[in-house]
């Protein structure tokens, strides 16, 4: 399994970042992908994913603020995270989505995820 998540870090309230995640071809493929977070203390959820058409679904707590997408070529996904708030602090994950937004199943295999900090 080779997923590379990157782009984290401190922002204020109200600030944007942008994370990416490398995932290997065998991963990436036709598949789902997605971006999930766990929060300190709290179990990890799903928060954005995309199909490899380019449709797309969000959690209610990030709809209207974050803006997944994916490059096949390169086998890419990116978040684009805007209006964060300290909600938003978590480490975030790339990985598989069986599943949807609201019920999946839990990937096994996980790589690396990528802190957010959301404070003043």
């Known amino acids: 399994v080779q997923l590379q998540a990157s782009g984290g870090g401190l922002v204020q309230p109200g600030g944007s970042l942008r994370l990416s995640c490398a995932a290997s071809?065998?991963?990436?493929?036709?598949?789902?992908m997605g971006w999930y977070r766990q929060a300190p203390g709290k179990q990890r959820e799903l928060v954005a994913t995309i199909t490899s058409r380019g449709n797309i679904d969000y959690a209610d707590s990030v709809k209207g603020r974050f803006t997944i997408s994916r490059d096949n070529a390169k086998n890419t996904v990116n978040l684009q995270m805007n209006s964060l708030n300290p909600e938003d602090t978590a480490v975030y994950y790339c990985?598989?989505?069986?599943?949807?937004?609201?019920?999946?199943?839990?990937?096994?295999?996980w790589g690396q995820g990528t802190l957010v900090t959301v404070s003043s």
């Open positions: 990985n598989l989505v069986v599943g949807r937004i609201t019920s999946y199943i839990t990937p096994r295999h």
């Open positions: 071809r065998g991963i990436f493929s036709s598949n789902v």
